[in-house]
């Protein structure tokens, strides 16, 4: 039955996500290969640490070990400190939206071809991709890259500095900008300081200026100096605690806050999505479903099978349903 089972799931599935190592699902006969003489239209997304082939192939993906290898931790963290993980699982979230991102392009592919495809997705390519100008600058210049903190190798001041009683963040991306900040903190002197003349400079120059501008941030709070910047065109924000976070009215104003009711939790409270559509507002959140809470609503709607074969599929424990529901 089980094997019937899957064989009838992929010839009625548009998309199949797996995350095994590599090799593992060709050996139980339902790699793409097999899958693909079951149904050509199959679009059949891979996710591992190091991709489907390759000396590090057969090595579990996990993101902070994927976050090493390919340089990440390298550039975060303090200047002068030791490397750091990104608070978030950065890789991971990378590598999600990349493989969201090629099914939905295999999709259009689909459309024109009408045959399916097999993609390669992976931690380190995902997280080496989003390298950036750190990767341009090594392969185009040989310049290895390093921590800088809160701040911007080459811009000044463009950086986190400690308020009276937080941190806010400044981004001074130009001679104009420079000029503002030093209006808004009361150091207009240091706009004819000749050192600070032009953003070459003051990179150049950086410790002497970060110092100044440093001694002067601690002197106001963050709601202060954010209140005296406003209506100016620097860009200006405050390092925000989570709290903080969903305390923002533009963080409410976007829909970033959504409740649901879970099955088992009760009320819950979740991030919204990132994104809007012109055209039409997203459905009303759900929770994530619990294990085997679908599993007889798929066998009966989507695979149109009989309550005799599902409960005899349920009775063999070829396939469970969830007690709750």
């Known amino acids: 039955f089980s094997v019937s089972l899957k064989l009838n799931s992929f010839r009625m599935c548009d998309v199949l996500v797996e995350n095994y190592l590599p090799g593992k699902l060709q050996e139980m006969g339902l790699g793409f290969d097999h899958l693909g003489e079951v149904n050509p239209q199959l679009i059949y997304c891979s996710i591992s640490g190091y991709g489907q082939t390759g000396p590090q192939a057969q090595s579990p993906g996990y993101d902070s070990i994927a976050s090493a290898v390919s340089g990440m931790m390298h550039i975060t963290g303090p200047e002068d400190g030791e490397p750091v993980r990104p608070g978030v699982a950065m890789t991971d979230l990378a590598t999600g939206l990349y493989a969201h991102g090629a099914i939905m392009a295999a999709l259009l592919q689909l459309q024109k071809t009408g045959r399916g495809v097999h993609i390669d997705c992976n931690l380190l390519s995902s997280q080496v991709s989003c390298l950036s100008h750190i990767a341009a600058n090594y392969l185009n210049a040989g310049k290895e890259a390093k921590?800088?903190?809160?701040?911007?190798?080459?811009?000044?001041?463009?950086?986190?500095?400690?308020?009276?009683?937080?941190?806010?963040?400044?981004?001074?991306?130009?001679?104009?900008?420079?000029?503002?900040?030093?209006?808004?903190?009361?150091?207009?002197?240091?706009?004819?300081?000749?050192?600070?003349?032009?953003?070459?400079?003051?990179?150049?120059?950086?410790?002497?200026?970060?110092?100044?501008?440093?001694?002067?941030?601690?002197?106001?709070?963050?709601?202060?100096?954010?209140?005296?910047?406003?209506?100016?065109?620097?860009?200006?924000?405050?390092?925000?605690?989570?709290?903080?976070?969903?305390?923002?009215?533009?963080?409410?104003?976007?829909?970033?806050?959504?409740?649901?009711?879970?099955?088992?939790?009760?009320?819950?409270?979740?991030?919204?999505?990132?994104?809007?559509?012109?055209?039409?507002?997203?459905?009303?959140?759900?929770?994530?479903?619990?294990?085997?809470?679908?599993?007889?609503?798929?066998?009966?709607?989507?695979?149109?099978?009989?309550?005799?074969?599902?409960?005899?599929?349920?009775?063999?424990?070829?396939?469970?349903?969830?007690?709750?529901?």
Not at 303 to 318: F, K, M, P, Q, V
Request: aromatic letters at 8%.
């Open 147 to 325: 921590r800088w903190g809160t701040a911007h190798e080459s811009i000044v001041p463009y950086q986190g500095f400690r308020t009276k009683d937080g941190h806010i963040v400044v981004a001074a991306g130009n001679d104009k900008q420079f000029v503002q900040v030093c209006q808004v903190l009361e150091l207009i002197e240091l706009t004819q300081d000749p050192n600070y003349k032009s953003n070459k400079l003051r990179v150049k120059n950086r410790k002497k200026l970060l110092q100044t501008l440093s001694q002067r941030f601690q002197q106001e709070k963050t709601a202060d100096w954010l209140r005296l910047f406003e209506g100016s065109s620097v860009p200006v924000g405050p390092i925000n605690s989570i709290r903080e976070v969903f305390s923002e009215p533009q963080v409410k104003h976007n829909a970033l806050i959504q409740e649901m009711k879970h099955p088992t939790a009760g009320r819950i409270s979740v991030p919204g999505p990132a994104v809007r559509f012109s055209s039409f507002p997203p459905s009303g959140p759900t929770p994530p479903p619990l294990i085997g809470q679908h599993t007889v609503q798929v066998l009966r709607h989507t695979l149109s099978y009989d309550d005799n074969l599902i409960r005899t599929l349920l009775e063999s424990g070829a396939v469970v349903q969830n007690e709750a529901f």
